[in-house]
């Protein structure tokens, strides 16, 4: 089993920065993708921004330019850099790991509030 740990939400303004942080422990074979999802209030769950082990990212359109996504494989560790945030972005962050052990797995962090307002 893999554990997530997330660190970095909270109250930023428009135009602001936060930088969001994530710790994976437990029992780690091979962590083939990482990342970052969220969820705002009467919405789904959606994919902001994944990268593999190999380094190649995708992103969600609408923070493509404003967040970065990056991970450490050696700490096992993944950080999502988030600039020019918008009120649209206010919603929970969730840390995402997928793990391939001959078949895959998904796990998910508690999850952290990301809220901007003014």
């Known amino acids: 089993q893999v554990q997530l740990v997330e660190s970095g939400g909270g109250l930023v303004q428009p135009g602001g920065s936060l930088t969001l942080s994530c710790a994976a422990s437990?029992?780690?074979?091979?962590?083939?993708?990482m990342g970052w999802y969220r969820q705002a209030p009467g919405k789904e769950r959606e994919s902001v921004a994944l990268i593999t082990k190999g380094g190649s990212t995708r992103y969600l359109d609408s923070v493509k330019g404003r967040f970065t996504v990056s991970r450490d494989n050696a700490k096992n560790t993944v950080s999502l850099q988030m600039n020019s945030l918008k009120p649209e972005d206010t919603a929970i962050y969730y840390c995402f790991a997928g793990e391939y052990n001959g078949s895959y797995l998904d796990f998910w962090g508690q999850g952290t509030q990301v809220t901007v307002s003014s």
């Open positions: 437990g029992t780690i074979f091979n962590l083939y993708e």
